[in-house]
């Protein structure tokens, strides 16, 4: 039988050729039907840490503290965000007392999610 007569012949009755194994196997790559729903599992999975309260002696420490920040001390802040408590260390670019904010090179942190501050190198 000529081979395209049997190729012909094999297609009518369902047979094919074997496919590359390379193609086969995409066939039956596996796939995330949900997206994002490995991450949501992930995030729920630990529970959220509460934020503290600070008594009147840490927030009056807390105002002195900012009060004597200048532009350009190094400083490393214990902050609330999202979750948890975030600790970061970076350079103060400002001190905003409008919109209680403190606003360092790489991070804005509002007062009230501060809960503790030290000064590392003061300019």
């Given at each position: 039988m000529d081979n395209s007569l049997q190729?012909?012949?094999?297609?009518?009755?369902?047979?094919?050729?074997?496919s590359d194994p390379a193609l086969r196997g995409k066939l039956f790559k596996p796939f995330a039907a949900l997206k994002g729903y490995y991450e949501i599992i992930e995030?729920?999975?630990t529970p959220p840490e509460p934020k503290r309260?600070?008594?009147d002696e840490?927030?009056?420490?807390?105002?002195?503290?900012?009060i004597r920040l200048g532009k350009g001390a190094l400083v490393s802040v214990c902050f609330y965000e999202?979750?948890?408590?975030?600790?970061?260390?970076?350079?103060?670019?400002e001190v905003d007392?409008?919109?209680?904010?403190?606003?360092?090179?790489?991070?804005?942190?509002?007062?009230?999610?501060?809960?503790?501050?030290?000064?590392?190198?003061?300019?």
């Open positions: 190729q012909a012949f094999e297609q009518r009755l369902g047979k094919h050729a074997p995030r729920t999975a309260n600070i008594s840490e927030a009056r420490s807390l105002n002195e503290t900012l999202k979750d948890g408590y975030q600790q970061v260390t970076g350079a103060v670019r007392e409008t919109f209680c904010r403190l606003v360092l090179v790489n991070k804005t942190i509002a007062f009230q999610d501060i809960l503790a501050i030290e000064v590392l190198d003061d300019n």
